[in-house]
């Protein structure tokens, strides 16, 4: 508990491995998603390798202000709802490529339940921002 809020990006930076590790099993699975009329296909081995550099990305912030005092409530927020969705995503997206091929309303459920792990993801990053912008707030106040 201690380490996920004075030293955020060393678990950002360590979940990278473990995802990779997720990529390789499901190198030539896909991830399909249907947005009213628009029809979307990743590679599994494509969404890691994405979603490890934003990983890596959020690590580096988080290195770069770690001597500022970040709201605590928000880093565990971020912490876990960001790497606990990451990590599903990815074994729920290598479980329903290959169950789901042809039958509807199970790629449909199967279709909400990825979305609503990618907003909850981008959910988390919006308060990642807002913890940010207080830290910096709360530093200049300091000075000033």
């Not at 979940?15 to 699975?29: A, S």
């Not at 479980?95 to 790629?107: A, E, R």
Request: hydrophobic share 60%; glycine share 4%.
């Amino acid at each position: 508990m201690n380490i996920l809020l004075k030293q955020p990006y060393k678990i950002l930076w360590l979940t990278i491995p473990l995802i990779f590790l997720i990529c390789i099993f499901g190198w030539y699975n896909t991830v399909d998603l249907q947005l009213h009329d628009k029809y979307f296909i990743f590679e599994i081995f494509h969404l890691g390798i994405l979603l490890s550099s934003i990983l890596s990305i959020m690590g580096l912030l988080y290195w770069l202000v770690r001597n500022k005092k970040l709201v605590q409530w928000m880093t565990m927020f971020h912490l876990t709802t960001t790497l606990f969705c990451v990590v599903v995503l990815l074994i729920a997206a290598l479980l329903i490529s290959n169950t789901f091929v042809l039958l509807y309303q199970p790629h449909l459920l199967s279709n909400i339940f990825i979305l609503l792990f990618i907003l909850v993801i981008v959910l988390g990053q919006v308060f990642f921002l807002i913890n940010l912008i207080i830290s910096s707030i709360r530093n200049v106040e300091k000075k000033g």
